[in-house]
């Protein structure tokens, strides 16, 4: 399968700080990218889809403001969680897909640990 | 709104027995179903995608089943391994755009 490297692994910040979280499709471009959190024992949710060179599209409930996505080339999205706080601790992973109906590849994920 | 339910939320069995994870969701309009699985802190390993036209998929020791009317999959492990421990997670995507929604997940543990 195609490959989504997600960077950081993990990053601690302390409160009121931005952090920058990566997504890259290594092997393949990449038209659309999902940005996923889960917090402990839950599941995922899906919290916006980014297409390459238009504005992500934000699932009701998330803070647009807060979460900025960037989908500036077809290998890249990125997520910048601002002014962080602890309850933003969580795992966040992303996904990428080629094409309408293939299957969509997933990141390593970042855990994210506000403090 | 697509709701997707896992039953069990956890199971724990014996090395060598076959077991069922079992997954319902609410709208059956769903382009295709996956299954994966997830290592404790990791990201998600794809296990098997189940176009909503089919009926079933099989990979190794792993078997997954769709009933798209009736809103139910189901995923056999065969002989199970302790290296089977993880949580498994299904999910749907209501268009082929592969926005996912997921399931509660089921936590399996294999002991030896």
């Known amino acids: 399968g195609a490959v989504v490297s997600q960077h950081p692994s993990w990053v601690i910040c302390k409160s009121g700080t931005s952090v920058k979280i990566e997504c890259r499709s290594l092997d393949f471009q990449a038209t659309t990218m999902f940005w996923y959190r889960q917090f402990p024992k839950q599941s995922l949710m899906l919290m916006a889809t980014?297409?390459?060179?238009?504005?992500?599209?934000?699932e009701q409930g998330v803070e647009k403001d807060k979460f900025l996505i960037n989908h500036a080339s077809l290998t890249l999205s990125t997520l910048t969680v601002t002014s962080a706080h602890p309850e933003d601790s969580s795992f966040y992973i992303c996904s990428a897909s080629g094409q309408t109906n293939t299957e969509a590849f997933f990141g390593q994920g970042t855990r994210l640990t506000v403090v | 709104k697509q709701e997707v339910t896992q039953i069990p939320a956890a199971l724990s069995v014996p090395e060598g027995e076959n077991l069922v994870l079992n997954c319902s969701f609410t709208d059956s309009a769903i382009y295709n179903l996956q299954w994966f699985r997830q290592d404790p802190g990791k990201g998600l390993t794809s296990l098997l995608l189940i176009q909503s036209s089919q009926r079933e998929q099989t990979s190794g020791r792993l078997n997954a089943s769709l009933d798209k009317s009736s809103g139910r999959s189901t995923l056999y492990i065969a002989a199970s391994q302790p290296g089977d421990s993880a949580t498994y997670l299904c999910?749907?995507?209501?268009?082929?755009?592969?926005?996912?929604?997921f399931g509660t997940g089921t936590r399996l543990l294999v002991s030896p």
């Open positions: 980014s297409n390459e060179g238009s504005k992500a599209t934000y």
């Open positions: 999910a749907v995507s209501p268009t082929g755009f592969q926005k996912l929604v």
